[in-house]
């Protein structure tokens, strides 16, 4: 990376598989943020890491960016830390309403698509997960009008892990463009595609 940051300014505490964790080396990466990962084990939810405990000792749980010594705690907290910290390569508009419009849009899809599909990873209930499968499409079906409506300009596994297709080219064509374009981007980055298919399957299999 080309020195935004150094090792010894910046820190991050995940687990590779995370989606809240990767979405910050995303932005890490596109900023050019030269920072130290620190690896986190959650085989034994009882031990986590004296880290770990240190910055994060309420929630115990990851990302956690660590700058100065001082940790930012929830990914779209970190996304706008970052982005305020490091001018270049910004992810947010400029405009006060269109940033504001940009994290109702992020937390809608926290709350109403990534959170759902991961609850769903530990789940067998075919009635429930039916209707929150209805709830996820609803979303995506919203944020295809709105991704039509801006130009396709949004920036921003689970589904393959439960057989499912969410982002149908179809049914949703500017959701699965969109997507095109993000993974032309974040392909570098991601874990191996069948690693994190063998973890999430195996995830679900232990919580069935």
């Not at 986190?40 to 929630?59: G, I, T, W």
């Not at 921003?156 to 032309?184: C, M, R």
Request: hydrophobic share 35%; charged share 25%.
């Amino acid at each position: 990376m080309d020195g935004q940051g150094n090792g010894k300014e910046v820190k991050l505490l995940g687990t590779w598989f995370s989606p809240y964790v990767q979405r910050v080396v995303w932005v890490l990466k596109l900023k050019g943020i030269d920072y130290e990962w620190v690896e986190q084990s959650f085989r034994d939810p009882k031990n986590r890491s004296q880290l770990l405990l240190k910055y994060n000792p309420v929630m115990k749980t990851v990302p956690v960016l660590v700058h100065h010594g001082r940790p930012v705690l929830e990914s779209l907290i970190i996304l706008e830390y970052i982005d305020e910290t490091w001018k270049n390569n910004p992810i947010l508009p400029s405009d006060p309403y269109d940033r504001a419009m940009a994290r109702f849009w992020e937390n809608l899809i926290d709350q109403k698509i990534t959170k759902i599909l991961s609850k769903l990873l530990s789940s067998m209930d075919k009635k429930q997960m039916e209707e929150e499968m209805k709830q996820v499409s609803n979303t995506i079906e919203i944020l295809d009008r709105e991704l039509k409506a801006k130009g396709n300009k949004f920036f921003g596994g689970h589904e393959e892990v439960l057989g499912i297709n969410i982002f149908d080219s179809q049914n949703y064509p500017f959701i699965a463009q969109w997507k095109t374009n993000l993974l032309e981007f974040i392909q570098q980055c991601l874990p191996p595609k069948h690693r994190l298919l063998r973890f999430y399957r195996k995830y679900r299999q232990s919580k069935l």
